[in-house]
């Protein structure tokens, strides 16, 4: 069976997933927009402050009252989805590979670890009848999620309850930076203003704080400093925390899905464009833990492949059944110069399309005609250094959503927010 092939989220998960990044988006877009709006009709920083405050207030409210819904529809769709996928990936093993009294006694296995029948079909080779979703409250998210510690509620749940804590702590600290936003744009704007007082330059109060401003939303609303000292605005964190929990939720019930099938091997999908981090685990053979008695050699745990850099944010990679005897495992890579040059040409691609989006940016928040006009001929020449890069290599392709000033999805419906 093919191992390269990423899984498929089926519609409401992912519409799901891009409602609750379109929803942050929305903040992000109506802030700014506001914002600017209250910056043109006040004559002074100190005036506008009260209305910056206000319009803060009422998008942390919005987002506090919109978010945990979507929270929920995304971490259970995506448990869903990661167990139906685990067992049609079983179910193929078995179709290909056996013959049909085989293939019977097998699968009169799995209906006796599973529960339940398998769709009509299944026994004929076509195992594709499985239905993508089950129904809330079933036996891998219960509809009651208890709060103590329980010796006998599934791994299942607990990594639900873990994975749906952590998101909604990314994106209450979201919240949290949002209310510090009118505190931050006094920092940055009242020292252009001063300029104006205490040195001799040729600038009005009303340009210093326009270059002020313009300052502030070519960067966007910036939201958190990583490790790496890189700044992410609140929609691209949004976007990442999202994309990386629901991707942590797949696995886990992928993962759930193999042991209770009696699957004890693992291997990682080749995704097509991995990282550094990510291709020395691609055709290795991975364990949930020590096995004794192993039938193949295997290379590490999960958890040591994960300690070393596997499913790191934004990561689209995801475990695979390996079968011993049975499954053939592509040969193991080590990272090259080739690898090497296009990881840069993609890095390098990512910081083209951030400088459009900046420019975008400067164009849709423009305080006066001069500025307007300044940033569309940024907008052109950002947007001939891309196509001039994403040309220079056939293995490029441009991707019209990342350079859009919010990330938008085309499919994703901007939720509005109200002042």
């Known amino acids: 069976m093919p191992t390269n092939q990423e899984p498929t989220q089926s519609r409401p998960t992912a519409d799901a997933v891009a409602a609750l990044v379109a929803l942050h988006i929305a903040a ?18 100190a005036s506008a402050l009260p209305g910056i405050r206000r319009v803060i207030r009422q998008v942390v409210q919005q987002l506090t009252a919109r978010t945990p819904a979507l929270v929920d529809e995304v971490i259970d769709g995506e448990l869903l989805d990661g167990a139906a996928t685990a067992e049609r990936e079983v179910l193929a093993y078995i179709v290909q590979l056996t013959d049909g009294g085989a293939q019977k006694a097998i699968e009169g296995r799995i209906r006796r670890v599973l529960g339940r029948e398998l769709p009509a079909g299944a026994s004929r080779g076509t195992p594709g009848g499985i239905p993508p979703r089950k129904p809330p409250g079933s036996a891998l998210v219960p509809a009651g999620r208890p709060r103590d510690f329980d010796f006998g509620v599934p791994t299942s749940v607990r990594a639900e309850a873990a994975i ?27 020292p252009q203003a001063a300029r104006v007082q205490v040195l001799d330059v040729e600038l009005t109060p009303a340009q210093a704080q326009a270059i002020a401003w313009r300052d502030f939303t070519s960067n966007g609303i910036t939201g958190f400093t990583d490790k790496s000292g890189r ?9 990442m925390a999202v994309r990386t929990s629901a991707a942590r939720a797949f696995n886990a019930a992928h993962l759930e899905r193999m042991h209770a099938i009696g699957v004890r091997y693992f291997t990682v999908s080749d995704v097509g464009s991995p990282c550094p981090l990510c291709l020395p685990w ?25 300690a070393r850099g596997l499913f790191h ?15 053939t495992l592509p040969p193991r890579q080590e990272w090259t110069p080739a690898h090497e040059a296009r990881y840069r040409a993609v890095q390098k691609q990512r910081r083209l399309e951030l400088a459009v989006r900046k420019a975008k940016r400067q164009q849709e928040n423009a305080l006066d005609g001069d500025m307007t006009a300044e940033a569309k001929a940024k907008v052109r020449a950002a947007q001939k ?27 994703a419906q901007i939720p509005i927010f109200t002042s």
């Open 28 to 45: 992000e877009s109506h802030l700014l927009d506001t914002i600017t709006e209250i910056l043109r009709r006040s004559g002074s920083l």
């Open 164 to 190: 749906r804590e952590s998101l909604v702590s990314d994106l209450q600290d979201v919240r949290r930076r949002i209310t510090r936003l009118d505190n931050d744009i006094y920092k940055v704007l009242a």
């Open 231 to 239: 700044e992410w605005s609140l929609s691209a964190y949004t976007e």
């Open 282 to 306: 691609q055709g290795a053979v991975l364990t949930d833990g020590p096995v004794v008695a192993a039938e193949m050699h295997v290379d590490a745990t999960i958890a040591e492949a994960r």
């Open 313 to 327: 944010p934004n990561c689209r990679h995801y475990l695979t059944a390996v079968f011993p005897g049975i499954t």
């Open 385 to 411: 250094r891309l196509r001039d890069h994403v040309n220079s290599r056939d293995d490029l392709a441009r991707n019209s959503r990342r350079e859009q000033p919010h990330l938008r999805d085309a499919y």
